[in-house]
Every structure is written in C-alpha cells, then in structure tokens.
C-alpha cells in the first residue's frame, strides 16, 4: 500500500513518498501528501520540507493505470499548486528517473537537488500525453522556451548535469546515499531566506522571464515530420507556445484542457496499450515462480553480422563473451566486428573510453569449441542452413554440459528439429534478434515443444538484461514477425498484379505512419531474401494458391534491390531515395496481362485496410494455433520489428477498436 511518511528533525519536516515500484502518483500518493502539508502546517517549528521518495527512483509518474478511469480528487496540478504555496520553502530531493508527473512536482517544488546519475524528463509524448500537472508552463518559465520544448517534444530524459546547466535543478550531489544528507544542508541554508516566487505566478507570463525567440511555424513543421502522424509532440510544440502568453492560472487550464483531450484521444490509448504490452509480454505463468538461472559467460557460434551483433550486445550488458569462429582469419574478422559496434557505441556517448576498454577485453575469441566449457548459454548465429546448424549443435552439445542451454538464431528453421538433434533438448530455445542485434529491441524467444520452464525463464531473463524487448513465441515457419510479413507482403503483391504499383503502396504505408514502404524496405534489406524464402517454400507451396513472381523476375533480372541500384525501384546513388522504374511498371503491366488480370485503379484506403486486414488474419491463425500467447505480443512484435506505427497501437489493437466502434 502507498505510503507517504513525514519526519519532523530539528526545524525541518522530510516527507518520504514510498509507492514502489516507480512511486507513481496514484491517487492514495495524492491524497496523502496533501495530508502530510496539512500536518506539517500545523508544526510551526517547521521552517523548511525536504520531499524525498523511497527505493530506486523519485517519482517516475502519473499511475498510467488511472488514466483509464475517472480522475479522482486531489488532482495533480492541485497538490503542485499547494506545494507551490507553501510559506516556507520545500526542496525536492531527486534520483533515479524524475520522469512527468514527478518532474512537475518537483517544478511546484521552491528548489531541486538530483545526485548524479539523476535522470529527468517528460517522456508524456511516448504515450500519446503532454505534460498535465503544469510542465509547459513552469518548465519555460523556469529553463526557458527552447530547452522545455526539446524536453516536452522530444520526450527524452537529459542528465543530473544537463538538468544543472539548464538551471532545471539547483545542485548536484555526488551519489544517491548522501542525498538527504545534502539535502537537509541546503534546506538549512536556506531556511531563512524568503521562498522563491512561486514558477506559475498567476500575474507573470513567461515573456517577462525568458523570451523565447523561436521560428514556431518551421519548428512545428519539423515537429510533425518527425512524428510522422503522431499527434503529441505537435500539441506539446502549440501548447508551450500558446502558454507563453498567458497568466499561468490560464496556462495551467489551458495545457489541462489539451492533456485531457490527449488522454482521452485515440494515439493515447494505442501508445499507454503498447507501453503495457510490452512490459507484460514476457511475464508467462510457466515461468512465474521460476528463478532464471545466472548467466555470466555466453558462448557465440560465429562473428559475422549477427553473431558479431549479439555479441556485442552481450557485452554492453556486462556478459563474458566467448566467440567460436572456424579460423584465425574468420575470428580476427569477428573481433573487429565487435570492435567496430563498441567503437560506435562509444561515439554515441553510451560507452566511455575505459568501458570500452573492459568491454573488448571481455571477448574471447577461439576456434576450439573446448573453450565453450565455462559458458552457461551458447548462441549459435551461423548460416541459416539446417544442415551446418545441425553440426554446430552437436558441436556445442559435446563440449558444453547438459544444462548449458544452446539457442539458435535462426529466423525460419525448424528448431525442434535441431533440439532433436542434441542431447537434453529441454535445453535448447530460439533466440530470434533483428539486425543490427545490438541495436534493435526485439527479440523473439522461440520456445521449442520440449523447452522446460527453467530454459524459458533463464531466456527471458538473459532478454531483458540485454534490455531486449523479448516476446515468447512458438515454432513455425517465420515465428510471429516475419510470418506476418509474408503475408501482408503476398497481399500487397496481389494488389500489384491487381492494378496497384510499388509507389502508392509504399506511399500508403509512410502516410499511414510507416518509417518505410514494403517495396522500398525490400530494396533495402536485397530481394534475394524473400526470393530465398518464396525458392524454400517452393516445394510445399499450395499450387492452388496465387503466385505472384514479379519479385522472381526482378532477381532473375540480377535486380537485388538498393545494393545493385535497381530493384522495385531505381536508386541513382546509395543515399538517393527510391524512384519508380518505368521498366518495373511495364513488368507489373505485362505480368498482369500475362495472366488475364484486368487492372484497376487503386486508393490508399483500400491498400491500407488490406495490408492491415491481412496481418490480422495472420494474427488470428498466429493466436489460434498458439504461436502466440497473446494479441498484445503480436502488436508488440509489429511495432517493434517491423515499423508498424506506435501510435496505432498494432494491428490486433486496431482489430479490437474496430470491433468496439462497429
Ligand atoms: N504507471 C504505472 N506503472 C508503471 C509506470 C507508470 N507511469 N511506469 C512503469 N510502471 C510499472 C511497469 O509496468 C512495471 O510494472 C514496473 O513499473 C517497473 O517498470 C501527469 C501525465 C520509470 C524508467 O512515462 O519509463 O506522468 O512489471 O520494468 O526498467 O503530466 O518504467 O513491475 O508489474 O519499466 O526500471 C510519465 C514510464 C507518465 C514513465 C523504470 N512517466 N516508465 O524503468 O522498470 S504520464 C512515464 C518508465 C505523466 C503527468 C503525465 C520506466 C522507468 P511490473 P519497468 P525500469
């Protein structure tokens, strides 16, 4: 149950919020904070508060919970504004992730003192949100126009020292455990100095402190087009700017009249479902009450582009990572590969120097499977051919003990047949990472027939360390994502035959939210992929189902997509974008004539609800046939794995709306 305590020391009061496991701030944190001002009052000795929060974060919230239910008394911007009134100063003592709700009460706050590892932001454009408790109006007034604005459109935290800087936190102490300590020091200070005014002072408008000289109608332009649909970001740019001008009694009631508009808008009902989707996705019954095993050395079969990739992200994790390779030449290859992602982890700022040192010096590399002996997970990420998969798998089996759990990253091979192949196959699982592997977020867990729940767990667990977002799915032929996307893409083949053309699909697609169109992504990923695929699938294939080999014929035609110039499209240069290929539009026309087709004319309407529609049907068989716990996994793997846009939340979201609104 939320608790919130005050401790009277000397002539100061600490309240500590203690609402694991974020110290969102439900509506018992509300109410009792209000009851804890109300106590304080009544303690005249008191001539300082400290607000401080219990476990591994300040506030990180609002209950995204409650949003789904009526708002209850005291709101939010309430208690801030009693914060803000309070006779005597109040200092909010700040760690973890001071995240919305928590960063504007800590706004309504007279001071804020972070440690440094501190992390604040306003993440509320993520789900479809602005800030609702006064973030656009105290935060321009406090760090002006400019700098609230990258945080309230952005959504991205910045740093202790950036928050410093700005002038959003007054001091900096250097860990978390002498927080209070330092905390009581200021509050001392500064006892007896009259409060600062309070940042929505009812009179003053922002002009008067801090004049924002901003192109507002090219910065809401490029707002938009980073948001490719998302309707936030913009609302979060107008509402800053309409703010500015106003009483802040006004700006408070207009940004609560723009945040409840939001709230109870459609983007932000799809972005709070995915948020929760994905942090449920991987909680399953089976391994509930399973304590995952403790891995310290993962074991890598290969270091080409996956391998090396896994590997890396086995590194940045904190993994020991022992990487097998077939010769020296192969291994001096895999370890620069990994060199190479740290290096550019590095220039992002994610790694520093000596991390990077540490981080390379825990890659072994060797070309003896013996050296696998010390690993408790071995991942194998060689060439997607069952065959050789097969021989590295008795090659790890023999060198490796019984309960070491051996994964492939196969993205279509019949894992349980390879577990079949090795002794102790309750042992071996799928780990299906998404190129760049130490990039992407997805991950999907293939849990194969004779997987036992400590397997499972422990490849859940390994997931989330690597801060995958991981998605249980079972063995069939493309798993979740890729078994989605081939039908949608038979579907948009159809439509090509049909009468449509790669542009206005692809176009279809980017206006719907799409970063990319299907026919431009295939360019970019090589067509020989899916040819691949269509070539392996030959042989099982329906012949009673509609072929489509306009894809074939663009192979044949050594047409490869973005790396040979030509593929649906024509690329001038390798950064130019796609352009429609009149060669390709007279194959489409004569393919369908070839085969009888009478074209027509297509709109975007109906090429969306076609690709979307198709992916629902897979998504139905997908659930039915129990690859899929559950819709949510689905939405989470579109969303994560295939660019579906976040704010639609996924396709068996929209199926859901659909049925709901029909
Ligand atoms: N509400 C309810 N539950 C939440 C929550 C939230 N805001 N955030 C996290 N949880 C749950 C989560 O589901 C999980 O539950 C547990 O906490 C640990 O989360 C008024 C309108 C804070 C960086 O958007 O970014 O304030 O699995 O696994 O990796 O203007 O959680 O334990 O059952 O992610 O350490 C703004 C969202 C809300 C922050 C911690 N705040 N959360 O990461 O743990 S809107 C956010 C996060 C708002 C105001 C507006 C992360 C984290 P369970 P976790 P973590």
Redesign the pocket.
């Known amino acids: 149950m939320p608790a919130v305590t005050v401790e009277f020391t000397e002539n100061l009061a600490i309240i500590t919020i203690d609402n694991p ?2 110290n ?2 439900s509506h018992a944190v509300r109410s009792r904070l209000v009851d804890a001002l109300a106590d304080i009052g009544q303690n005249s000795a008191v001539n300082a508060i400290i607000l401080s929060c219990h476990g ?2 300040f506030i ?6 409650e ?1 789904n239910q009526p708002a209850r008394d005291p709101l ?1 911007p309430d208690v801030i504004l009693a914060l803000e009134a309070l006779p005597i100063p109040i200092i909010a003592a700040l760690h ?2 001071v ?4 960063l ?1 009460v800590a706004l309504g706050c007279h001071y804020r003192i972070a440690s440094a590892t501190t992390r604040l932001g ?3 454009v ?2 479809g ?5 006064g ?1 656009t109006v105290r935060a321009p007034r406090l760090i002006g126009a400019e700098n609230a604005i990258s945080l309230i459109a952005n959504g991205k935290p910045i740093s202790a020292a950036t928050a410093l800087d700005w002038g959003l936190i007054d001091e900096i102490t250097p860990a978390d455990n002498d927080l209070l300590a330092a905390a009581i020091a200021f509050a001392n200070r500064v006892s007896s100095l009259p409060c600062p005014p309070a940042l929505a002072t009812a009179t003053a408008t922002v002009t008067s402190h801090r004049p924002a000289n901003i192109d507002w109608e090219s910065l809401i332009a490029q707002t938009a087009q980073r948001a490719r649909g998302a309707v936030a970001p913009v609302i979060a740019v107008k509402t800053v700017r309409e703010n500015l001008g106003l009483p802040a009694d006004q700006a408070l009631a207009h940004e609560r009249q723009q ?1 409840v508009a939001l ?1 109870d808008g459609e983007q932000s009902r799809a972005l709070r479902h995915i ?2 989707a994905e ?2 996705v991987a ?1 399953l019954p089976v391994t509930r009450d399973i304590t995952p095993t403790d891995l310290a050395t993962i074991g890598i079969i290969g270091g080409g582009l996956m391998g090396a990739g896994i590997a890396t992200a086995c590194l940045l994790a904190g993994y020991d990572v022992v990487m097998i390779e077939r010769d020296e030449a192969a291994l001096a290859s895999g370890h620069e590969n990994v060199s190479r992602h740290l290096q550019s982890s590095l220039k992002r700022g994610i790694i520093s120097p000596s991390r990077f040192d540490q981080l390379l010096a825990k890659l072994t590399g060797s070309t003896d499977y013996a050296t696998l002996a010390p690993t408790g997970l071995v991942i194998e990420a060689v060439f997607e051919d069952f065959a050789v998969k097969k021989d590295v798998f008795a090659s790890i089996a023999a060198t490796v003990g019984s309960d070491t759990i051996i994964a492939s990253n196969t993205s279509y091979l019949d894992i349980n047949a390879l577990a079949c192949s090795v002794s102790s196959p309750e042992r071996v699982i799928g780990l299906h990472f998404f190129s760049p592997a130490h990039i992407m977020k997805l991950l999907e867990v293939v849990c194969t027939d004779g997987a036992n729940p400590q397997t499972l767990a422990t490849a859940l667990s390994f997931a989330r360390k690597l801060g995958k977002i991981a998605v249980p799915t079972g063995v069939c032929d493309g798993f979740i994502g890729n078994r989605i996307m081939s039908a949608y893409r038979k579907q948009c083949e159809y439509m090509i035959e049909d009468g449509a053309y790669p542009e206005q699909i692809d176009a279809a697609m980017t206006d719907f939210g799409f970063p990319m169109g299907l026919f431009a992504m295939q360019d970019m990923a090589g067509l020989e992929i899916s040819w691949k695929t269509r070539q392996r699938q030959a042989a099982t294939r329906d012949p009673a189902e509609r072929y489509v080999a306009l894809g074939d014929y663009l192979c044949e035609q050594g047409r490869f997509g973005r790396k040979t110039g030509r593929g649906w499209f024509i690329y001038d240069d390798a950064k130019s974008p796609p352009r429609p290929d009149p060669d390709v539009t007279r194959l489409i026309e004569q393919e369908s004539a070839r085969k009888g087709i009478k074209r027509r004319p297509f709109d975007q309407t109906e090429i969306i609800n076609a690709i979307i529609s198709a992916m629902q049907r897979e998504g139905d068989k997908i659930l039915q046939e129990g690859i899929a716990q559950t819709a949510d996994a689905i939405d989470v793997v579109m969303i994560n794995g295939y660019g579906f846009p976040r704010f639609r939340g996924g396709p068996m979201f929209m199926k859901r709306n659909q049925a709901s609104s029909a």
Do not use: V
């Not at 990180?60 to 919970?65: E, V």
């Not at 949100?129 to 408790?133: E, Q, V």
């Open positions: 496991p974020i969102a701030t591994k974060t990180a919230g609002a209950d995204i919970g949003f939010l973890g992730t995240l919305g709700g928590g504007e306003f993440p509320e993520n789900l949100l602005i800030p609702g408790a973030g945040f709230r948020f929760m942090k449920n909680k």
